[in-house]
């Protein structure tokens, strides 16, 4: 018999290793800042593309769900297999909001919304699953808070256009705004999509108040 207590620790657990496999996805953000729009656009729609008919492809096939589940269930979230409507998986979104945030944004903004997605989500999930005691929208504030700090410290390491102050303080914002995004992508979208797209939006609309006349292209990285 299982019991609360062991389904907690097996959860957490499964949890550790869904974290660790999406810490790989930082590999997306790090072969773009050595590799052109072009090029990376010519990775990344086929891979999207790919994934997505491989996702949908077991709402069509009890055979090849079955077998999909076999092999990575283990990886996937609950709501991800039992669920009465169509849920892509979570490495499809993250797909998405890369392919998504490489079209229509700069590279430094790109670079730092995949960054901040990957550990922020991280630390989110592990400290509010573990310590988060206090409510705050739909998810902990444990948890929020870790996803700000954590996805702070990212945005002071990722490259900057000028490094400026004002650059600075646009990534902060778009952390805060990023955390509250994570907190309520809840039962209507996938944060490895709203992420992305919140953090490259909300830079994208305070570098054009504040910084109007900067050039947005990252000093000796391929354009």
Request: glycine residues 6%; proline residues 4%.
């Amino acid at each position: 018999m299982t019991t609360k207590l062991d389904k907690g620790t097996i959860d957490y657990k499964a949890e550790l290793l869904r974290k660790s496999i999406h810490l790989l996805s930082i590999s997306i953000a790090v072969i773009y800042y050595f590799v052109t729009r072009e090029l990376a656009l010519t990775i990344l729609i086929p891979l999207t593309v790919v994934s997505l008919i491989l996702d949908l492809a077991r709402y069509i096939s009890p055979a090849y769900k079955k077998y999909l589940y076999s092999i990575v269930g283990f990886m996937m979230r609950e709501h991800e297999i039992n669920s009465n409507k169509i849920i892509l998986s979570g490495a499809t979104y993250v797909l998405i909001g890369a392919l998504v945030t490489v079209l229509f944004f700069p590279k430094a903004f790109v670079l730092l919304g995949i960054a901040v997605l990957i550990f922020g989500d991280i630390f989110a999930a592990l400290i509010g699953r573990k310590f988060g005691r206090h409510k705050f929208l739909f998810k902990s504030l444990e948890g929020t808070l870790s996803f700000f700090l954590f996805g702070s410290l990212v945005m002071l390491i990722t490259p900057k256009i000028d490094g400026s102050l004002t650059e600075y303080l646009i990534g902060f914002a778009a952390v805060a705004v990023a955390a509250i995004i994570e907190n309520v992508s809840y039962g209507w979208a996938d944060d490895n999509l709203t992420v992305p797209i919140a953090v490259c939006g909300t830079m994208a609309i305070l570098y054009s108040i504040f910084l109007p006349n900067l050039e947005l292209v990252l000093p000796n990285v391929p354009i």
